[in-house]
């Protein structure tokens, strides 16, 4: 301290003053702010007074009877509040030490708060250490408040009558500021914890799997909005549940999860949904070496198989516009198979072996709202009777000896959503088709080794190249079920009622298997085209597709026995008994190519598909003497 006995922030603090001009005989602050922008200030500043509030409630209250009050500023110096003896209140308003006025020393010139913010310390101002006269009755402690980063928010005031000035005023208002940032530093560290808390839960909430979280006595603890939303509970009864009453198998999936986490395992779970079967991971929470409970990831099964169904292609390809035919019969089939595309009705497709019916369930599928969804397509008749109510329906856990561990789900649950295909519908086990029926019905089934039904929305597309009707008749086919499937019937023409798309089918299947087995495309001579579509493919489609593949590997075309081609002239098959054994055929066929190519041996073994020599010995075994 100076010799004088002034303070040295006293003195800085004057020096500032007489460089600021302040006039001593200045009563009231230069600069207030009024109205709206006090109000905004105020607001700006809501944090500091809501949090010193109690703080200086209870500092008035300490010094009450003692004249004294107190005033709470932001870093600028402007009063926030006043609030203390309401005599010595109502004395400091002829002042206007009223919220809005500025207290620094600029404005006022030396004083506890506009001091105590220039010099970053707490302050005691008293009589003649104020720099104008006006304050000279007034004795005034002021610190500076500040924020957990050490910047100043603001200041706080205790002042009353000069009379009344103690080395201990400063302590309280010290003490009161240390709380008060205190207060506020732990004030945001609560507000960073609420809105990193709340962060969380809402990333918790958004994932779309439902997730809940189970401590290590199996209680459920905590779940997201999605969880509750699959497992239709809401989350005050959902998080009072032990796991042991939601997940039906909890201790044999806990036993899987003993040595691993688990992932994607499809299990049965009490829910309030007409969910069944979700699929779920499971991940451990570690603590110092123990397990102290778990996280479980649930994801809709359906969702799941649907992403397999695309992974494992399980997707219808083909589209009307793949289907080769400009016939009449073709583009009137089309025309109303497009029309029934949309519609939920089963269809029933009928047509000999290899006239494109699944390609036709593809296309309908494909042409459909359901085009996005699965297209699952099962040969009836190539499952063997005793699997194929689990190959349709699924089954649960220990339905059967060799079942898989917890189940498998069936087709018509994988095509949910989508269309399924029931090729060779006419193959169908004759005790299967109730539980076919009834699943047409009503639109539900039942896991093998199962109870409950799970709704499933599917729609049919069956095909045979059998008479269901005549099956019906000879008892090998339901007539309820038949009547069931035939609500939309479609007739694919045979090959030989649409011979004009023959020669589209050649140009076709040429550029596209040409190109897959990269091979040239051969020639083909009109007459070479006549014969192909005069011949009388009773294989269809399939047939030709298939011979024009020979055809493109061999690089000509293969005059097979079914008839003749050369030479201009052209030979049907001979018509056989019916009673008529294979060597007897065989002769026949060797004479009538024979008589056809007037007893020429190398046209007739050409066309026979065999070599000279060969044609000699079957000449010698059927004792067919050559005409001459």
């Not at 207290?103 to 506009?114: H, K, L």
């Not at 008839?563 to 002769?587: F, I, N, R, T, Y």
């Amino acid at each position: 301290m100076p010799q004088d006995g002034i303070k040295p922030y006293i003195a800085t603090s004057h020096k500032r003053c007489r460089h600021y001009q302040i006039d001593e005989d200045r009563v009231i602050s230069k600069q207030f702010v009024r109205g709206h922008a006090l109000n905004q200030l105020l607001i700006d500043n809501s944090e500091l007074i809501m949090t010193a509030r109690p703080f200086i409630e209870q500092l008035v209250d300490f010094v009450r009877g003692s004249e004294f009050f107190a005033m709470l500023t932001d870093a600028e110096g402007c009063i926030l509040s006043v609030s203390g003896d309401e005599e010595i209140v109502k004395k400091s308003r002829s002042y206007e030490m009223i919220p809005g006025a500025y207290m620094s020393e600029m404005c006022i010139g030396t004083n506890a708060m506009g001091t105590a913010i220039a010099e970053d310390m707490p302050v005691q101002i008293s009589g003649k250490e104020h720099f104008i006269k006006a304050y000279h009755t007034w004795t005034c402690s002021g610190a500076p408040i500040h924020d957990e980063n050490g910047e100043i928010i603001g200041a706080l005031d205790l002042t009353g009558n000069l009379d009344a000035v103690h080395c201990h005023t400063l302590g309280m208002v010290v003490a009161a500021v240390k709380a008060i940032e205190s207060s506020i530093i732990l004030n945001r560290k609560n507000q960073l914890l609420k809105n990193s808390h709340a962060l969380v839960r809402s990333l918790f909430d958004s994932i779309r799997e439902g997730i809940i979280y189970i401590d290590k006595g199996g209680n459920i603890v905590s779940s997201n909005d999605q969880a509750c939303k699959l497992l239709g509970y809401n989350k005050n009864n959902l998080e009072s549940m032990r796991v042991q009453n939601l997940i039906e198998d909890w201790d044999s999936l806990c036993s899987m999860s003993i040595r691993s986490d688990i992932f994607n395992e499809e299990v049965r779970i009490h829910s309030n949904t007409n969910r069944l079967y979700f699929n779920v991971s499971l991940y451990r929470i570690h603590d110092q070496g123990s397990v102290q409970g778990c996280i479980l990831m649930l994801g809709d099964a359906k969702k799941v198989r649907k992403l397999a169904n695309k992974i494992l292609g399980r997707k219808a390809i083909y589209t009307f516009d793949q289907i080769i035919g400009a016939s009449r019969v073709m583009q009137e089939t089309i025309q109303f198979a497009k029309k029934v595309a949309d519609s939920k009705s089963t269809v029933l497709i009928t047509g000999e072996s290899g006239c494109g019916k699944e390609l036709f369930s593809q296309a309908i599928h494909n042409y459909s709202p359901r085009r996005d969804e699965p297209f699952v397509a099962i040969n009836s008749g190539a499952i063997p009777r005793t699997l194929i109510e689990s190959e349709l329906f699924g089954y649960d856990d220990g339905a059967f000896t060799g079942a898989k561990r917890g189940g498998q789900v069936g087709k018509f649950e994988i095509a949910d959503g989508g269309t399924i295909f029931l090729d060779e519908i006419g193959e169908m086990p004759l005790e299967m088709q109730p539980k076919l029926l009834r699943v047409i019905e009503e639109g539900t089934i039942v896991r093998v080794g199962g109870t409950d039904e799970v709704s499933v929305d599917v729609r049919i597309i069956a095909a045979t190249n059998k008479d269901l009707k005549a099956e019906v008749e000879k008892g090998n086919f339901r007539q309820d079920l038949y009547y069931r499937l035939n609500v939309i019937p479609i007739k694919l023409a045979p090959l030989s009622e649409r011979r004009e798309d023959i020669p589209l089918l050649v140009d076709h299947f040429m550029h596209i298997i040409s190109k897959r087995i990269n091979k040239k495309p051969i020639q083909i001579s009109d007459a070479d085209m006549q014969w192909l579509v005069n011949r009388p493919w009773q294989g269809n489609v399939r047939e030709l597709e298939n011979y024009i593949e020979l055809a493109i590997n061999k690089e000509k075309l293969e005059f097979d026995n079914g008839s003749a081609h050369g030479q201009g002239c052209e030979v049907v098959l001979p018509e056989v008994d019916g009673s008529s054994s294979l060597e007897e055929v065989e002769k026949k066929h060797i004479q009538h190519i024979l008589h056809s190519v007037s007893n020429n041996i190398t046209t007739a073994a050409r066309i026979l598909g065999i070599g000279r020599n060969t044609l000699y010995r079957k000449l010698e075994k059927h004792n067919i003497v050559l005409e001459k």
